[in-house]
């Protein structure tokens, strides 16, 4: 005898029991390791990089970075950020000059 809500003629098919779940998230595959460029520390020293860490996106130029913290000098101040807390450090894609608009002078 068919179930409440049953249009098929398939078996009771309409149980949560046997329903297989479905994942809500597609997972996406490994880039090849070849297509990102890679950069280290020492090839980003003095250049204007974008800092991600504690959630928080901080801009500035790379000074350096020891086994523990990483140097940064921005707009105002220097900052150090511990190492565990940064997620990422990326190039920023346009150079910042460092005395621009201070002044008043845009010329």
Request: charged share 35%; hydrophobic share 35%; net charge negative.
């Amino acid at each position: 005898m068919p179930g409440i809500g049953d249009d098929d003629n398939h078996g009771d098919d309409d149980d949560p029991r046997g329903a297989v779940p479905v994942p809500l998230a597609q997972v996406m595959g490994r880039r090849v390791r070849e297509e990102l460029p890679r950069f280290t520390f020492e090839g980003l020293k003095g250049a204007w990089v974008r800092v991600r860490a504690n959630g928080f996106e901080y801009r500035g130029v790379l000074i350096g970075a020891d086994e523990g913290e990483l140097y940064l000098r921005g707009e105002l101040r220097y900052l150090v950020l511990p190492l565990a807390d940064v997620t990422d450090v990326r190039p920023e894609p346009v150079a910042k000059p460092a005395t621009a608009g201070r002044d008043g002078d845009d010329e």
